[in-house]
């Protein structure tokens, strides 16, 4: 079972070029979401799918657009890379599950795309 | 706000306890996570609370929850050199939507020493 898969693992691009991160999981799960981590600041969501055909934008959208493509993949785009998008990447999926006015929401993570960006 | 606090730095002796602290800011009802992030890789939960639980264990792991003061902790008994990672604490908030979704902490970095 491979869980969460992200592809690439490392990445170096030159200022203004494009890239599209992959990211495909095999559990069934309804939701998923893009984190950047950074040192010292811990993750931050860019964007989520909370279902297949759904997109919202997260903390720190700006710079990204993402694609739900369908219920296994959930793509991340950089149109035009700038250094400040040098980051580690990671992709996450889950079904939350929702009761009497709670949710529990466990996260399953992918290893991450290392990103350069010179 | 949706704010999550820890510290960034622990350092421990082979086989002494750990434990790593944060505070959250939802008092209502909510699911409070721990991760574990090893080195080159992605996060793994390690255990959860409900926001009207006092306390959780799990092996090695006792979780516990001060909901007076927002205060969440992680103990880690027996600390051995395969411990040495970050832990993320995270709570649960609500987005535009309905979802429910994790707001991670900084993480603290647990260096174990032989």
């Known amino acids: 079972n491979a869980g969460v898969t992200q592809t690439p693992k490392f990445q170096v691009l030159k200022t203004g070029q494009s890239m599209t991160l992959q990211c495909a999981q095999d559990?069934?799960?309804?939701?998923m979401y893009w984190y950047r981590q950074d040192p010292g600041m811990g993750l931050r969501l860019i964007y989520y799918?909370?279902?297949?055909?759904?997109?919202d934008k997260g903390e720190v959208p700006n710079g990204y657009n993402v694609s739900r493509l369908n219920k296994r993949e959930f793509s991340l785009r950089l149109e035009s890379a700038a250094p400040s998008q040098t980051s580690v990447y990671f992709c996450a999926s889950s079904t939350p599950r929702v009761g009497a006015g709670r949710s529990k929401n466990i996260q399953y993570f992918g290893a991450g795309t290392r990103l350069s960006v010179l | 706000g949706e704010d999550v606090e820890q510290s960034l730095f622990l350092s421990v002796r082979e086989g002494d306890s750990s434990v790593i602290n944060c505070t959250y800011t939802?008092?209502?009802?909510?699911?409070l996570y721990w991760y574990k992030q090893e080195p080159g890789a992605g996060l793994q939960l390690l255990t959860y609370?409900?926001?009207?639980?006092d306390m959780k264990q799990d092996q090695r792991l006792t979780v516990l929850l001060n909901k007076k003061d927002k205060h969440l902790s992680l103990r880690i008994a027996d600390t051995q050199t395969g411990d040495s990672a970050i832990y993320f604490c995270a709570e649960s908030f609500m987005k535009t939507g309905g979802s429910y979704i994790p707001t991670f902490g900084r993480g603290t970095s647990l260096i174990v020493h032989p």
């Open positions: 799918s909370a279902s297949e055909g759904t997109t």
């Open positions: 609370i409900f926001s009207n639980m």
């Open positions: 939802d008092s209502s009802s909510t699911y």
């Open positions: 559990m069934n799960h309804n939701s």
